[in-house]
């Protein structure tokens, strides 16, 4: 899908979080890095439970006093009342600003687009492009757009999906996954340098010892894959859960070590009886495992 392009992501909302003490009150709680953002970037994070387990991911951009965070709508409220939780005494306004900004997504171009608003590039890989908030008062026409084919969600999501790139909610549940499974620590999701965040211990524990088992990968399958949720078989063995998916190409959570013993076998993996093959994307840092004979 050649061409640059600009859609509207309807499922996204906005959180503003300004004050004295916003950079210090958000970079204790997220497992992105906020004491160095500056004005036109963004950092990917997630607010995690104290088990590490991802409970909202978003991405973080300054704003005047403040920052904005564009997270998944269905997440917003739990966000909000999360953020209201850890404040305690910090001087921090914590507010839900959906109704004010547009969420876009634009690919297919190096430079960035004249938009009005906030626009940074998606700090997870340099192919997704931009993302903007745009002021819902603004009309995105004309001049602004100029040279972009507008188009739906889906076929963001088409773009994201060929890139394996996964999203909270359609490609791993939220308050179940750990940042390593969603792939967030290959995706300048998870800073391991900075200090302590909600969850920290567990996901750098896992980090330092190389124990995450369960990976988002690429799916590939001879005709259109079926729909989300579909389980994974590798003989007549589980390993995994289909994600989001366009047409042929779709992305799972599976077991590394399950899924590469049953490849090494030269067993059909499938997925809602649809023979599939899996793969890493591009960008990852890992590997298939050395298999132990008796992995569980």
């Not at 492009?129 to 076929?155: D, I, K, N, Q």
């Amino acid at each position: 899908m050649s061409g640059q392009y600009i859609s509207e992501l309807d499922d996204r909302a906005v959180v503003r979080v300004a004050g004295a003490d916003a950079r210090t009150f958000l970079h204790n709680l997220l497992t992105a890095d906020l004491e160095r953002l500056v004005d036109g970037e963004a950092r990917y994070g997630a607010l995690l439970t104290p088990q590490g387990k991802v409970l909202v991911d978003g991405f973080v951009m300054p704003q005047q006093d403040g920052f904005l965070i564009d997270v998944p709508r269905a997440s917003a409220p739990e966000f909000l009342k999360r953020l209201q939780v850890y404040k305690l005494r910090a001087k921090a306004e914590i507010s839900d600003v959906t109704g004010d900004y547009r969420v876009y997504a634009i690919w297919g171009t190096e430079a960035a687009p004249m938009l009005p608003g906030v626009v940074v590039r998606d700090p997870r890989l340099a192919a997704l492009g931009f993302r903007a908030l745009v002021p819902r008062a603004t009309t995105v026409a004309g001049a602004h757009v100029s040279g972009y084919t507008r188009t739906g969600p889906a076929a963001y999501h088409a773009h994201r999906i060929a890139n394996g790139i996964p999203e909270s909610g359609r490609d791993f549940a939220l308050g179940d996954t750990f940042p390593h499974d969603a792939d967030m620590d290959q995706l300048s999701g998870v800073d391991f340098a900075k200090g302590c965040y909600v969850g920290q211990e567990v996901v750098s524990r896992m980090h330092h010892r190389g124990t995450a088992r369960r990976r988002i990968v690429m799916v590939r399958g001879a005709e259109t894959l079926p729909p989300p949720g579909a389980q994974i078989i590798a003989g007549d063995r589980p390993i995994g859960t289909l994600g989001s998916t366009a047409g042929q190409t779709g992305l799972a959570l599976v077991r590394l070590d399950r899924a590469k013993a049953a490849m090494d076998a030269g067993q059909t993996i499938s997925a809602d009886g649809h023979p599939i093959t899996l793969s890493l994307p591009d960008w990852a840092g890992f590997g298939w495992p050395e298999v132990q004979p008796s992995s569980a």
